[in-house]
């Protein structure tokens, strides 16, 4: 496997990121390394020990039928996505087994139906956290005759989706159990509210959920469930090497600043980063970026990107379409300079382009992917 870790983007330029042909790409624009892309994905397989079946990477980071194959081809057969376009693109690449990680609520079960009359052989899965959900869902299915697998969305401390033990759980997956059309089909347990830097500390904390998996299996009176899917990159390493559970990090293929910078221990690298230009030099000690807020993803709160090749600056202001950075004295910047800014959360990144440009391993500019899941609809 190759070895990118070294000289990482986050100690400064890599040569790698330099683009051969730069004057070809307008800016600012998303420049995806093929090479780094690569690498990640072996590198989550390494971390799996081999055993892909422990893999079901979320596309909500990439977003392109091209990176899907390449995990496809990697050996890596199940996925995870969170809108109906996502699992469109998913199960139109030739993916064939999907878990749509949002509960289905409104027209979108009917959607879902259609997606399942307009793919076959691809088995879908969702989740759901509330007895309407699932009533609702029951009804359109058994009415079409249809049936599909439904995961409980088990809240272990985000407070964002999901049910938690103490507010019914167990009954909930009992309804699911019980329900014309549905097939209970274990436990979705996303855990985004777990941060700590070292993985000492996450190891713990990831220990928590998992205690209270196997609390709820005890209140349902189980030792087993069809399956149960896990975490996120930061997290990823932990359930890596817990046996019987399904791993779902994304981030970790194209990798950012935020995650670079606080989970190291991760080893994955930037394989995306955005390319700007100078656009103005309106005073002494100031640049202007064409790196607006419109490519480049707002959250989380601070410091949205990080500038690779311009020692000492420090981004200051940012708009739609601009983006004005201070400067040192030293620094010798001219207009139309190429910058290159590595996001500090790629994901949203991404959707805010239409496409991105590949670079090979030779730092050459060589084609265009459309990000055809960006939309949700």
């Known amino acids: 496997m190759l070895d990118c870790t070294s000289d990482l983007p986050i100690r400064g330029m890599n040569k790698r990121y330099l683009i051969q042909n730069v004057e070809q790409i307008p800016s600012p624009s998303l420049v995806v390394y093929l090479e780094m892309v690569k690498y990640n994905i072996d590198r989550a397989i390494e971390m799996v020990n081999g055993q892909t079946d422990k893999l079901r990477p979320h596309v909500k980071t990439h977003k392109t039928p091209q990176i899907t194959n390449l995990q496809l081809d990697a050996g890596i057969s199940k996925h995870k996505c969170a809108t109906l376009k996502e699992a469109q693109m ?80 167990t009954n909930l997956y009992r309804q699911i159990e ?30 928590r959920s998992l205690d209270l998996v196997e609390a709820f299996k005890r209140k349902l009176g189980t030792t087993d469930l069809p399956n149960v899917v896990m975490g996120g990159t930061p997290t990823f390493p932990v359930y890596a090497k817990v046996p019987n559970v399904e791993t779902s990090p994304g981030t970790f293929v194209f990798t950012d600043s935020g995650y670079s910078n606080r989970y190291p221990d991760l080893r994955f690298v930037p394989a995306a980063l955005l ?103």
């Open 90 to 169: 998913l199960a139109g690449t030739g993916a064939n087994d999907i878990l749509i990680a949002y509960q289905m609520i409104g027209p979108n079960i009917t959607r879902l139906i259609d997606m399942i009359d307009k793919f076959p052989t691809v088995d879908f899965q969702v989740i759901a956290d509330h007895p309407d959900a699932v009533s609702a869902l029951s009804q359109a299915v058994h009415q079409r005759q249809k049936t599909v697998k439904v995961m409980l969305d088990f809240n272990v401390g985000m407070n964002r989706t999901g049910i938690s033990l103490q507010n019914g759980a």
């Open 178 to 207: 019980q329900s014309a059309g549905l097939t209970a089909w274990g436990l979705h347990v996303y855990d985004g509210h777990i941060h700590d830097g070292l993985l000492t500390d996450r190891r713990r904390s990831c220990q």
């Open 275 to 377: 390319l700007t230009r100078v656009i103005s030099l309106p005073t002494d000690g100031r640049i202007t970026l064409d790196l607006g807020h419109k490519a480049i993803g707002a959250d989380p709160k601070g410091v949205r990107g990080q500038i690779l090749n311009l020692s000492g600056a420090t981004l200051d202001a940012q708009h739609e379409e601009h983006w004005a950075v201070n400067i040192p004295p030293e620094a010798e910047v001219s207009l139309g300079q190429e910058i290159y800014v590595c996001p500090t959360h790629i994901c949203p990144t991404v959707a805010l382009h239409e496409f991105y440009y590949v670079v090979d391993e030779t730092g050459s500019c060589i084609d265009q992917w459309q990000v055809t899941a960006r939309a949700r609809n």
